[in-house]
């Protein structure tokens, strides 16, 4: 983080006294994608004989986003950002005919800053990639009750978040349609990295005279597509400058 750090003291220092700036403000709606090849999909918690296990599944992120451009390249952006991960439960007793599932939802506010590089490819289409880090706020613990349909015992998934506030890293890349006439259009993916699991998970089935119970750490990580909307940029002037 420090060098990131270190990378956007030195751009933003360089950059402003070479170029004028400019502000642009947008829409983002960035569904999250579950995939087997990034991000958490599927996470296992056995007890045997209790087999169970979590399962990502489509997720929605949105919010408003600030970007302020140093030179034609080099940009640095903030916002506020609304994320929900869903999840699927699903808990088995081995050899009992025992099974059910459920749902759970994790809710999370975010604060991102990253840094953004941009390549132009044509008069209007530029390509990016950025990188930066997230301080995320998670407002309550989770817990959900299925009852096992024919019995008097039930499965229980318990979430306690490790911090009330976190950090992860952010990388992207993505492609920029600018317009004159109708702003910016962006279409685009982001990797979200919590820096530690995100929160404890606790799957349990509890019966008459006792239970099953299976604890691991969540990651919490995942895969975005991102679409963006970017309104008409507010060029900075300085003192004295006139219309161009």
């Known amino acids: 983080m420090s ?11 360089f950059s402003l006294l070479a170029q004028k700036g400019v ?22 918690f056995d007890a045997l004989p209790m087999e169970s296990h ?40 081995s050899d009992s005919g025992v099974s059910e599932q459920n749902d759970v939802r994790i809710v999370s506010y975010s604060l991102p800053v990253s840094g953004l590089v941009f390549i132009r490819l044509t008069d209007q289409l530029w390509i990016n990639t950025s990188a930066g880090v997230a301080m995320t706020l998670f407002p309550s613990d989770v817990q959900v009750f299925t009852e096992s349909v024919g019995t008097n015992n039930f499965f229980l998934m318990e979430g306690i978040y490790r911090s009330k506030v ?33 929160c404890t998970f606790a799957m349990a089935y ?10 691991d750490n969540v990651k919490g990580s995942f ?10 940029e507010v060029r900075e002037k300085k003192v004295g400058e006139g219309e161009e």
Not at 30 to 43: A, E, K
Not at 206 to 215: K, N, P, R, S
């Open 23 to 44: 502000t642009t403000f947008g829409l983002q709606y960035n569904p999250v994608i579950p995939n087997r090849l990034i991000g958490t999909y599927v996470q296992n």
């Open 166 to 198: 976190q950090a992860a890293l952010l990388t992207n890349v993505g492609f920029e349609l600018r317009t004159k006439k109708y702003g910016f259009f962006y279409v685009g993916g982001t990797y979200h990295l919590p820096f530690a699991p995100i």
């Open 54 to 93: 979590i399962q990502q599944k489509f997720g929605n992120n949105f919010g408003g986003i600030v970007r302020h451009g140093f030179t034609k390249n080099i940009s640095i952006e903030t916002g506020l950002n609304f994320t929900q991960r869903n999840f699927n439960l699903f808990y088995e007793i």
């Open 3 to 13: 060098n990131f750090a270190f990378f956007i003291l030195l751009t933003t220092g």
């Open 206 to 215: 509890e019966f008459t005279g006792g239970d099953y119970v299976a604890i």
């Open 223 to 232: 895969l975005s597509v991102d679409i963006r909307y970017y309104f008409n």
